[in-house]
């Protein structure tokens, strides 16, 4: 394998278990992350709320443009089916509600995102919002992604939650 036969602007593979590099190209060179984005957002929510808390949709979130759950305003959903959202259908409506649960605006989150980044060592990483539409200051590397994704699949829960062939949300 050799950096030409890679189509994408940047790679990089890692040791899951030593996070030593074991292949790159252009792994530190800064990029838009979209929808990578929601690996934060999802680690964030498994770390700060209950699977069980209910979140009562806003307007705002049920309105988030791009991919979506289809989650209505004043419609309730527990933390937990919202992260199921979140990660296995890149629902950018559960981001938003999670970024208001847990600070009660996207922007408050965005702060929370980058606070546990450069918890995380991630020093050429930052988050303007919880979903990942385009934003020229919403950026990751190749190398900080993979070790942010990484660290979440150190969670028992969300290596569950992405390892989930379906989903049907018990009522």
Not at 56 to 85: D, F
Not at 126 to 134: K, M, T
Request: aromatic residues 8%.
């Amino acid at each position: 394998l050799s950096a030409n036969d890679i189509t994408a602007e940047a790679a990089v593979l890692i040791d899951s278990e030593t996070g030593d590099i074991l292949f790159e190209k252009d792994s530190s060179k800064k990029l838009g992350m979209a929808s990578t984005t929601k690996i934060m957002t999802g680690i964030l929510a498994l770390e700060n709320c209950r699977l069980d808390d209910i979140v009562t949709i806003s307007r705002h979130a049920s309105y988030t443009e791009g991919s979506s759950i289809y989650t209505k305003e004043g419609e309730k959903i527990s933390v937990e089916t919202l992260i199921y959202g979140l990660l296995l259908k890149s629902g950018n409506d559960a981001a938003a509600a999670l970024a208001e649960h847990m600070a009660g605006s996207e922007e408050a989150f965005a702060d929370m995102m980058n606070e546990k980044a450069k918890k995380l060592g991630l020093k050429n990483t930052h988050f303007v919002n919880p979903h990942g539409l385009y934003d020229p200051d919403h950026y990751t590397t190749a190398y900080e992604l993979a070790m942010l994704a990484r660290y979440a699949m150190k969670n028992k829960t969300f290596a569950e939650i992405v390892n989930t062939v379906q989903y049907i949300e018990e009522t």
